[in-house]
């Protein structure tokens, strides 16, 4: 039965093995990478609105510069220059109050400077012209630039009359507080101009950046933007383990739920097996109990029966091929008891009353002998006695009290006498031979008996 137990569960384990990676490969990984494609189009979206916000900020700053550069008293001032009618010296200083009261009211700038005719007729801050001479033309214009731990946005503004170009406003914006709004939680906004170093630094640590408009290395997920027309990109990059953790939170819980669910049903169904098992092991051993006991004690008389006996016997025999074992063993005593005189007690009386001999005669035999002896049925009228731990006077001693007793306690219609024979056993080996000699003393003594 346990053999049957462990192979069934050793099938259980197989078929649960199977199943939960034919759930896993069929189930939750197909719906894992679903659920991550969405949460990258959404890691997408999110980018997207965070460009939104960036562009948003552009065009108000362009506005701003605009603002600033159509006002009409400046034009007037630099065609009196142009003109003839004003000084270089006059024309720097009849708009730098103006100029700096409109550059005042902006927010995070920088730096600002008003050029006419490539001359600097207005500073505020510090303003490199490397950053903005690309960018005089006749339209508004913009780029990035700056550091990567500064990064700036540069607005160049023309100062129109006509069509045609009187001059330029620059005004350089810091991006620093932009960035920092849209660099909640735990995404990351990088302005870095392509072309560049692969690696850009950033929120004091440094980051690999890709071409790519969306990049997964395996550790990071990059969504890349163009910002303005000079190689300036949004690089907006997040740690796979953050944007994937919901996802892989789901599907490590729902897993370890199938799991669970399986591993309880396998313990629940091993429970009820082996329950189902140990009882009906217990009710074969009882069975098997019950035909032991049966087959082991005569029905009759309730003595041993010769079952029991050659059991017991192949068990101490095998004594004597044991060293440590045979050292420990100590002698034993057998004897054949016959009654004397049986056939006449049957012929004469019946069988009914031969059996209540037999009966009353293993009764003297069982409240005489010690505990560790045992009874015999061991043919018709002939019974076997071993007594353990005993030697061969001890026995003959015992024997003589069962005789007295027989005839002290008997209440049949008739008297009874035993003939036996006795022989010590020192070695488990000699129990063969030793048997053999007690019935031959045995038939001796009835020998003489019906001499007499």
């Known amino acids: 039965m346990k053999k049957f137990i462990n192979k ?26 679903e659920l991550k494609a969405t949460t990258r189009e959404n890691f997408v979206l999110q980018a997207q609105a965070n460009h939104g916000i960036l562009n948003q900020y552009i065009e108000r700053s362009l506005e701003a510069a605009n603002g600033i550069s159509s006002r009409s008293m400046i034009r007037e001032k630099i065609i009196e220059y142009q003109e003839g009618v004003t000084s270089f010296e006059e024309l720097q200083a009849y708009p730098k109050p103006k100029f700096m009261q409109g550059i005042e009211a902006l927010y995070d700038v920088e730096g600002a400077v008003r050029t006419v005719e490539g001359r600097r007729v207005v500073d505020y801050g510090d303003v490199k012209e490397q950053a903005y001479a690309s960018l005089l033309s006749d339209r508004a214009d913009y780029r990035i630039g700056g550091e990567e731990e500064n990064p700036m946005l540069i607005v160049v503004s023309p100062v129109m009359e006509n069509g045609e170009v009187l001059g330029h406003d620059i005004i350089q914006f810091q991006l620093t507080h932009i960035l920092e709004k849209i660099n909640q939680g735990r ?9 560049e170093d692969e690696t850009v630094h950033a929120q004091g640590e440094t980051h690999r950046v890709f071409d790519e408009v969306l990049a997964d290395d395996g550790f990071y997920t990059q969504f890349t933007i163009p910002i303005d027309d000079y190689g300036a990109h949004l690089y907006t990059r997040i740690d796979n383990s953050v944007l994937y953790s919901k996802v892989d939170q789901v599907t490590s819980d729902n897993l370890l739920r199938l799991i669970l669910l399986m591993v309880s049903m396998f313990i629940i169904t091993n429970a009820v097996i082996l329950t189902s098992a140990n009882k009906l092991v217990q009710k074969k051993e009882k069975t098997a109990e019950k035909y ?60 009914e009353m031969g059996d209540k001999a037999l009966r009353y005669v293993y009764e003297i035999f069982n409240d005489t002998l010690r505990q560790e002896d045992f009874v015999v049925r061991y043919g018709g009228d002939e019974f076997l006695i071993v007594l353990n731990e005993c030697e061969e006077e001890c026995g003959k001693m015992i024997l003589e009290r069962i005789r007295e007793r027989m005839v002290k306690y008997n209440v049949l219609p008739f008297s009874l006498s035993l003939s036996y024979g006795i022989a ?8 063969y031979g030793a048997i053999k000699i007690a019935d031959e003393k045995m038939y001796e003594m009835k020998g003489r008996r019906k001499k007499k």
């Open 8 to 33: 069934f569960n050793v099938f259980i384990s197989i078929v649960l093995i199977i199943f939960v990676y034919a759930t896993v490969q069929g189930v939750y990984q197909p719906m894992n990478k």
């Open 187 to 195: 995404i990351l906004f990088i302005l870095h101009q392509t072309g």
């Open 292 to 351: 032991k006991t049966i087959a082991s004690k005569d029905p009759l008389t309730g003595a041993f029966t010769r079952l029991h006996f050659d059991q017991w016997m192949k068990e101490y025999a095998q004594k004597g091929g044991n060293e440590e074992a045979s050292e420990e063993v100590k002698p034993v005593v057998v004897v054949l008891v016959d009654l004397d005189d049986f056939k006449e007690i049957n012929d004469t009386y019946g069988h």
């Open 424 to 431: 010590e056993v020192r070695q488990p080996d000699e129990i």
